[in-house]
């Protein structure tokens, strides 16, 4: 089996819910995700997927959160938009978007900082 793994930024603000501390206020961060893709197989060209291919899906599945307030957000309106939160809703985006690729979504990472990060990925 072959993993890889391709990284984008986005800059965002947002503020936790149901939670007591100073992140229910409104706040940004500068995030970075994390994609990490499996394959068990690769084409005549040696790759399981072209990593321009796959930093694209990327982008496309964060596009929406790109300076803007992730409470806005459909998804966000009835959830809070914590780390765990966006790594499950970007992890089914990229599940759709490589669908029918010869890669499939093995974990996406979301770090708020160079200290802290959240991770989803099914079993």
């Given at each position: 089996?072959?993993?890889?793994?391709?990284?984008?930024e986005?800059?965002?603000?947002?503020?936790?819910?149901?939670?007591?501390?100073?992140?229910?206020?409104?706040?940004?961060?500068n995030?970075?995700?994390?994609?990490?893709?499996?394959?068990?197989?690769?084409g005549?060209?040696?790759?399981?997927?072209?990593?321009?291919?796959?930093?694209?899906?990327?982008?496309?599945?964060?596009?929406?959160?790109?300076?803007?307030?992730?409470?806005?957000?459909?998804?966000?309106r009835?959830?809070?938009?914590?780390?765990?939160?966006?790594?499950?809703?970007?992890?089914?985006?990229?599940?759709?978007?490589?669908?029918?690729?010869?890669?499939?979504?093995?974990?996406?990472?979301?770090?708020?900082?160079?200290?802290?990060?959240?991770?989803?990925?099914?079993?």
């Open positions: 089996m072959f993993e890889l793994s391709v990284e984008e986005f800059s965002g603000a947002h503020r936790l819910t149901q939670y007591q501390g100073a992140c229910e206020r409104l706040h940004g961060h995030w970075k995700v994390v994609l990490v893709a499996k394959g068990k197989r690769t005549k060209d040696g790759l399981v997927i072209d990593f321009h291919l796959l930093r694209r899906k990327l982008r496309e599945a964060i596009a929406e959160f790109d300076h803007a307030c992730l409470n806005d957000l459909p998804y966000f009835r959830r809070s938009p914590s780390s765990e939160e966006i790594a499950k809703y970007l992890f089914g985006k990229l599940k759709k978007s490589l669908a029918g690729t010869s890669a499939r979504v093995s974990a996406v990472t979301v770090w708020e900082n160079a200290r802290q990060s959240a991770t989803y990925a099914e079993e």
